[in-house]
């Protein structure tokens, strides 16, 4: 089945820095690819996805990128700020008939933005 | 409006206990679904419901019953739970299982079972 690894598993940087969290999968038929921010006493906030048709996806200080060849995708953080401090999920959502819409997250990233 | 919501936000219950947890959404999504999230942990996949029907159930114990009363409404009833499925218990939904695939989360219920 889909496997995704999710590197690096903590993440510390000053503010205004940026921040990269890099994913693998590893089912090549995997055809979407959501980020989730998960703060503190809270559900997970979907803040940006990706589609398998498109390389690039840009939303203000955040932007994700995807490798199909390589089986990988990307979530970058521009001009990092303190409310940005959360743990970060990607995912990939397969392509088996009978898995529906199960996605497949990575263990977490948390992201800590020091002012 | 992107809102799951989902009652009651804590529940602390005793192993013989029985108890539901609810979930509700209103944006004419077609697909639900409840995980089970674990401290420092991402979410885990319980069960599904397509257009009203069970579409995936994870393996799950039978001690966790899932009930989709219509369209907007997610149940999850509980009976006689054992300590480590103290967790927080997500509710999302989706469009469809396939069309759309963005899933929208609910804010949990933080579960402890004494």
């Known amino acids: 089945g889909e496997n995704v690894e999710q590197h690096p598993s903590t993440l510390s940087v000053q503010e205004g820095d940026s921040a990269v969290i890099k994913c693998t999968y590893s089912?090549?038929?995997?055809?979407?690819f959501p980020w989730y921010k998960q703060e503190l006493g809270k559900g997970p906030q979907l803040i940006i996805d990706?589609?398998?048709?498109?390389g690039e996806k840009k939303d203000q200080r955040i932007a994700v990128t995807l490798n199909k060849t390589a089986k990988h995708f990307s979530l970058h953080i521009t001009e990092t700020q303190p409310e940005d401090s959360a743990v970060y999920f990607c995912?990939?959502?397969?392509?088996?008939?009978?898995?529906?819409?199960?996605?497949?997250f990575g263990q977490g990233t948390e992201l800590s933005v020091k002012p | 409006d992107t809102e799951v919501t989902q009652t009651p936000k804590h529940l602390v219950m005793g192993m013989t206990n029985k108890k539901s947890l609810k979930c509700e959404q209103h944006?004419?999504?077609?697909?639900m679904y409840w995980y089970k999230q674990k401290a420092k942990k991402p979410p885990e996949l319980m069960f599904v419901?397509?257009?009203?029907?069970?579409?995936i159930n994870e393996s799950v114990p039978s001690r966790f019953s899932p009930e989709c009363p219509n369209s907007s409404l997610l149940n999850l009833h509980l009976h006689a739970l054992q300590p480590e499925d103290s967790a927080l218990y997500l509710c999302?939904?989706?469009?469809?299982?396939?069309?759309?695939?963005?899933?929208?989360f609910g804010p949990g219920t933080r579960l402890t079972v004494t």
């Open positions: 089912d090549s038929a995997s055809n979407y």
């Open positions: 944006m004419g999504h077609r697909a």
């Open positions: 419901y397509s257009y009203e029907k069970l579409s």
């Open positions: 995912a990939a959502r397969g392509m088996i008939y009978n898995q529906g819409g199960k996605l497949i």
């Open positions: 990706i589609r398998s048709n498109v």
């Open positions: 999302a939904s989706s469009q469809g299982e396939r069309e759309r695939s963005e899933q929208y």
